[in-house]
C-alpha cells in the first residue's frame, strides 16, 4: 500500500471538506456573533448543509476509491448522504424554537449536529473498518453531547449517561469483532477482506466475529434485543435530537451495515442473513408489541422506530439488488414521515405543556387542524397505508424478501404492520375523535411550518408518484460492491 | 374520449379538493357543492352505459401510461361490463349517499364530504384499475375515510366498530397484497417481463401449488371485504355504527370489492385453485347464508337486522358465483346490483326514522304504516325486492343463482333456497313490526312522511328496482363477454357440454338467463321460496321484456 495521499483525494472529498471547513466557521461565529442570535446560527447551518450539498453535485457520476481504499465516492454513499443533509437540515428547522423554549445555548448545538453529519457522511463512504469507525465515533460522540444538551433536565441527562455508557459497550463489542477479522485477514479494507476470506466460511472465529458485529451494528440501528437504550434515549432527548437520532443515526447505522456485510463478508452470507433474520422477526415483533401500550407518544414512536429497523432489516436479508435499493427506498421515505411527526411533537411543545402524552394531542383536529392532518398523514404512512409514502416502502421490502423466497418473512412483516396501525391509528382517533383540550394553543412557527410542508409533500408525493425514487435508489444500489456477486450467488 | 375513466375517476376528489377552500362556517356551500360534485359525478358515468359495447372485445376506454416504470406498475384503467355495471352503481350510491346526508350531518359537515368524496374515488379506481398495484392503491385509500366515517359520525360505540373495521379489512389485504407479489414475481419468471398487467395474470398458467396458496391469500383479502363466514364479525358493528350514508355505501359498494375482487382476480387468475377451493367455498357460503338469516331473524335493532341481512344476501352472492357455470355467475353479478340497490334502499330507510327518532329498537316502532304511507310503501317495495318477489329485481338474482347452483349441486341448491325462504321470514316480520299494526308508542304519532329530497334519495333505486325486475336484458347483456371469458379460464369444459345440451347451439348466456327468467315470470307463480326450479335450458325465443301482470 503506497503511502502519502494525492492531491486528488482531498477534491473527491470536497463535500467532507466543507463540511468540516462550516462547522468551524460556525464555532467562530458562535463566538464573534452578539448572544441570543439563535436564528443568525440555525441559518448559517443551514448554508453550510446547502453548501456541503452544492459540493456533492460534481461526484454524482463518480465512481472511484479515495485515500487507497479508506473511502468510496459512489451512487450509494451520494444517497445516504442526501438523506443525512436533509435530515440534520430539517432537524435544524425544528430545534429554532425549541432551543428558545428550553432556553439553551444553540452555538455548539448546531456544530455537534454538523459534526454528527460529517461522521455519518464518512460512515456511508466508507469501504474500510478504519475509517467506518472513524465516522461512527465521529457520529457517537455527537450524539452523546447532544443527547444530554438540555442541562436542567433529568430526562435528558439519564438519557445521555444511558446512551453514552451503552453505545461506548457496544462500540466495544463492534471494534472486537472488526479487530477478529483485522487479525484472520490482515487487512482492514472491505474489498480486500472479501476475496482474502473466501473459502473460510466455516472458521468458527470469523462466525463469531460476524455475532459480535451483528450486536454492534444491532445497537447502532436499535434492533431488539440491543434496543434496550431506545425508549428512555428518544424520551429524555431533546425532541429534535431524538428525530435526527431515529432518522440520521439509523441511515447511517445501515449505510454501515451493508458495507461491512455486504462488500466485505458476502462469502458469510448464509450467517448473517440467518442472523439478520431473527433479529428482524423479533424487532418489529416486540417493538409493535411494546408500542401498543405506551401513552407517551415519543416513547411509542420510539418503540416504532424500533419496529421499523425490523422492517428495514428485511431489505439486508434479502440481500440482492431489489433487497439493498428497498432498504435504501425505506431509509429515505422514513426521514420524512418520521421527522414529520417529530415535528408535530416539538410544535406541541408549549412552555407550560411538555405535549408529549397522548392526551395532549386530543382534540388537536380542532386547535391546530393542519399540524393534527399532519400527523394524521405520517401516522398512515408509518403504517403503511396509500397513498402515502410508506405503502411503498413497505411494498418493495416485503417484494424484495418474496423474491429472495422469505416468504415467512413478509408474511410476518405484513402482520406486524397491521398491529402497529392500531397505535398509529390511537393517536389519530385522540386528535380527531376525541374533543376535550389541554394547555395552551399549539402554534406553528414558520422553520416549523416549513418542516411540516416539505415533509407532507415528500410523503404524499412519493405516495403517488415514486418513480424517480424508486430509479435513483436502484442505480444506487447496484453499485454497492457485492451487490451483483452475492445475486449470482444466491441463485 | 381517451381519458373518459379518468374523468369519472378523479370528479369527486376534484370536489372533495374544491371543499377544502370553502370555509367551514359556510354548511350550505359546502352541502351544495359536494351534491353538485356527486350528481356531476353520476351524470358523466351514464354515457358509459350507452357507449360501452356488449360485443366489443374484453376492456374498453382503456387508458394507459407508465407509473413506475422500474417497477413495471402502469396507470391501466379499463372497464369491462361487470365494472360498467359496479361503476354505475358506485356512482348512483355515491349520489344518493351525498344526498342523503343533507340534515343528517350537523357536526363538521366540510370534512365529512370530503371523506365522502374521497372514499367515492378509492370505490371507482378500484373497479377500473387493470394493474394489481393500483387496484390495491385504491383498494387501501378507501379505509381511511371509511374509517373517519364511522369513528366521527357514527353512533355510541363507534370507536370500537371503526378499529375493528379497519383491522380486519387490513390484515386481510396485506396479505392479499403477499399474494399480488407473489403472482408478480412468478409472471416475472415466466414472461421476463415485470409487470402488473391484469389482463396478462389472466393468461398466465400458474402452478397449482402456488395457485393454492395465491388464491388463500387473495381468499384473506376479498373474504372480509365480502363479509364470508367467519370473517363477517366487523360487518354487523360497522354497520350498525356508521352513519346513514356510511352504511349505505358499505352495503352497496364496498362490499361489492369482495366480491369483485373474486370475480376479477381469483377465478380468472388461479382457475384451478377456484375448483379446488369449490368446496370449502360453498360451504362457507351456505353456512353465511344460514347463520345470517337466522340471526338476522333474531335482531331487536333494525340497523343490525339489516346488517346481518347482508351477509345472508352475500352468501347468496359467493355460492352463485362458486356454482362456476355462466347462469349462476351471472346471477351473482346481477344478486350484486340487486343488494347494492335493495340493501342500500333499507338502509337509507332505517336512516330516516332513525333522523326522526335517534333510536333504531324495533320495539319503539310499530304502526308506521299510517303515520307514514309513503315511506311504508317505499319500503314495503324495497322489502319485496330483498325477498326477491318477482317482478323485482331481486327475483331475477336469486333465481339465476338458484338455477346455478341447482346445475352445479342439487344440495347446495336446496340450502340457497332455504336461505330464501328465511330472508323472506326475518324481511317481513321487520316489516309487520314496524309498519303494521296501531301506532301504540305516542313519540310516532306525529313523525312527518319523506319529504321531496328523501324522496329523491329513494325514487332511482325504485326505478331500478323496477326495470331490472321486468327488462334485465341489457344488464345481463352486459355482462355476457365478462362471464364468458371467466368461464373460458375457470370451467373450461364447460361451454362445450352445455352447447350439446342445447342442441348444438350455444346461447349467449344472456339468451339463456332472460329466456329462462322471462319464461319463468309468465308462467310460474312463484311465490318467495322460488322452488321448483325449472332446468337451466335455453329456447329460441327472444330476450323481451317480460311480461307484466307478475303476482303482487
Known sequence: ?491 | MNHYLSLILFTPLIGALVLLLVPKENQTAIRWVANVTATVGFLLSIPLWFWFNPQGGDFQFVERAAWIPSVGADYFLGVDGLSTLLILLTTLMGCIAVLSSWNAITERVKEYYIFLLILQTGMLGAFMSLDFLLFFLFWEVMLVPMYFLIGIWGSANRLYSAIKFFLYTLVGSVIMLLGILALYFYAHSVTGVYSFDVTEFQKLNVPYNLQWWIFLAFFLGFAVKVPMFPFHTWLPDAHTDAPTAGSVILAAVMLKMGTYGFLRFSLPILPDATRAFVPMMVLLSIIGIIYGALVALAQKDWKRLVAYSSVSHMGMVMLGMFALNPVGITGSIIQQLNHGISTGALFLIVGIVYERRHTRELSEYGGLSKVMPVYAAVFLIMTMSSIGLPALNGFIGELLILQGTFVANKVWALFAGAGVVLGAAYMLYLFQRTMFGKVENPKNEHLLDLSHREFATFAPLLVLAFWMGLYPAPFLRRLDTSVQHIIARVNRDYAPRNAAADCGTAPTVAVVAANTAAKFLTSVPCDANGRPLPAGTGTDIPPAPAAPGAPR
Not at chain 1, 71 to 95: E, H, N
Not at chain 1, 128 to 150: C, H, K, N, P, Q
Not at chain 1, 369 to 387: E, K, Q, W, Y
Not at chain 1, 468 to 478: N, P, Q
Request: glycine share 10%; proline share 4%.
Open chain 1, 1 to 491: 500500500m503506497p503511502a502519502g495521499i494525492a492531491l486528488s483525494d482531498f477534491y473527491y472529498i470536497l463535500p467532507e471538506l466543507v463540511l468540516t471547513g462550516g462547522a468551524l466557521l460556525l464555532l467562530v461565529a458562535d463566538v464573534l456573533l452578539p448572544r441570543r442570535s439563535g436564528n443568525a446560527l440555525a441559518w448559517i447551518t443551514l448554508l453550510v448543509l446547502g453548501a456541503t450539498a452544492a459540493a456533492l453535485v460534481p461526484f454524482v457520476n463518480t465512481h472511484v476509491e479515495v485515500s487507497h481504499g479508506l473511502l468510496a465516492v459512489d451512487r450509494f454513499a451520494l444517497f445516504f448522504k442526501i438523506i443525512f443533509l436533509l435530515s440534520a437540515g430539517l432537524t435544524v428547522l425544528m430545534s429554532v424554537r425549541y432551543l428558545e423554549t428550553e432556553g439553551a445555548s444553540p452555538g455548539e448545538y448546531y456544530f455537534l449536529i454538523l459534526c454528527a453529519t460529517l461522521g455519518m457522511m464518512i460512515m456511508a463512504g466508507g469501504i474500510d473498518l478504519i475509517s467506518i469507525f472513524i465516522g461512527l465515533e465521529t457520529m457517537a460522540v455527537s450524539f452523546y453531547i447532544l443527547v444530554g444538551y438540555i442541562k436542567p433536565s433529568q430526562r435528558s441527562n439519564e438519557a445521555a449517561v444511558k446512551y453514552f455508557l451503552l453505545g461506548a459497550f457496544s462500540l466495544g463489542i463492534l471494534l472486537y469483532g472488526m479487530s477478529i477479522l483485522y487479525g484472520l485477514s490482515g487487512t482492514t479494507s472491505l474489498r480486500a477482506m472479501a476475496t482474502l476470506l473466501a473459502g473460510q466460511e466455516r472458521d468458527p472465529r470469523l462466525i463469531l466475529a460476524v455475532i459480535f458485529i451483528v450486536a454492534g451494528v444491532g445497537f447502532k440501528i436499535g434492533a431488539v434485543p440491543f434496543h434496550m437504550w431506545a425508549p428512555d434515549v428518544y424520551e429524555g432527548a431533546p425532541t429534535p435530537i431524538t428525530a435526527f437520532l431515529s432518522v440520521g443515526s439509523k441511515a447511517a447505522a445501515f449505510a454501515m451495515l451493508l458495507r461491512i456485510f455486504l462488500e466485505g463478508l458476502p462469502t458469510m452470507s448464509a450467517d448473517w442473513r440467518l442472523l439478520f433474520e431473527v433479529l428482524s422477526i423479533v424487532t418489529m415483533t416486540a417493538g409493535n408489541i411494546a408500542a401498543l401500550t405506551q401513552t407517551n407518544v415519543k416513547r411509542m414512536l420510539a418503540y416504532s422506530s424500533i419496529a421499523h429497523a425490523g422492517y428495514i432489516l428485511i431489505g439486508v436479508v434479502a440481500g440482492t439488488a431489489r433487497g439493498v435499493s428497498a432498504t435504501l427506498i425505506y431509509l429515505f421515505i422514513y426521514l420524512f414521515m418520521q421527522l414529520g411527526a417529530f415535528t408535530v411533537i416539538a410544535v406541541m411543545r408549549r412552555r407550560d405543556v411538555a405535549g408529549e402524552e397522548l392526551k395532549d394531542f386530543s382534540g388537536l383536529s380542532f386547535r391546530n387542524p393542519m399540524a393534527a392532518f399532519a400527523m394524521l398523514l405520517f401516522m398512515l404512512s408509518l403504517g403503511g397505508i396509500p397513498p402515502t409514502a410508506g405503502f411503498f416502502g413497505k411494498f418493495w421490502l416485503f417484494s424484495a424478501a418474496i423474491e429472495s423466497g422469505y416468504v415467512w418473512l413478509a408474511v410476518i412483516g405484513v402482520l406486524n404492520s397491521a398491529i402497529s396501525l392500531y397505535y398509529y391509528i390511537r393517536i389519530v382517533v385522540f386528535m380527531y375523535l376525541k374533543s376535550e383540550t389541554i394547555g395552551s394553543e399549539p402554534t406553528v412557527t414558520a422553520p416549523l411550518a416549513l418542516v411540516l410542508g416539505v415533509a407532507m409533500v415528500a410523503t404524499i408525493v412519493l405516495g403517488v408518484y415514486p418513480r424517480l425514487l424508486f430509479e435513483v435508489a436502484e442505480a444506487s444500489a447496484r453499485t454497492l460492491g457485492g451487490v451483483a456477486g452475492l445475486a449470482a450467488a444466491i441463485r
